[in-house]
């Protein structure tokens, strides 16, 4: 073997092993177990409530602070004719701003019109993140 396939032997090898590494830090963020990054601890604790659209797993309302360990996390999309609904932190329930359609903080139907719960996730903060699963 030459000098010149010899280098270029490392070379690819090298290449080849980097790959994996390369693609894991350009994948989304992902956390293990399908724990699934919607935002920061600094988000949550502005108003209590974290609200992300466009998360991997989809729309997701967290409510909460970072501080205590009752976090409840919902599909904000009210399940009669797909409005966002909002967090009543002093009445502890969701509401619908449309229909007037009320949620539970475990997303089940208080009042209707709706008659589907929402879908909820577990959540927990990790480090400085906020994840849904």
């Not at 949550?44 to 009752?70: E, F, H």
Request: glycine share 12%.
């Amino acid at each position: 073997m030459n000098r010149r396939n010899f280098l270029t032997f490392v070379g690819v090898g090298w290449i080849a092993s980097s790959l994996p590494v390369a693609i894991a830090a350009c994948a989304s963020e992902k956390t293990s177990k399908g724990w699934q990054t919607v935002g920061t601890i600094g988000e949550l604790d502005k108003t209590g409530q974290l609200l992300a659209k466009n998360s991997p797993v989809g729309s997701v309302l967290v409510v909460g602070r970072s501080k205590s360990s009752n976090l409840v996390a919902v599909d904000p999309t009210c399940t009669h004719k797909g409005c966002t609904v909002e967090w009543k932190g002093d009445a502890k329930k969701f509401q619908c701003p449309c229909h007037g359609a009320e949620y539970g903080a475990d997303g089940k139907v208080l009042k209707g019109p709706a008659n589907d719960p929402l879908k909820t996730y577990s959540a927990k903060i990790e480090g400085n993140s906020v994840l849904v699963q």
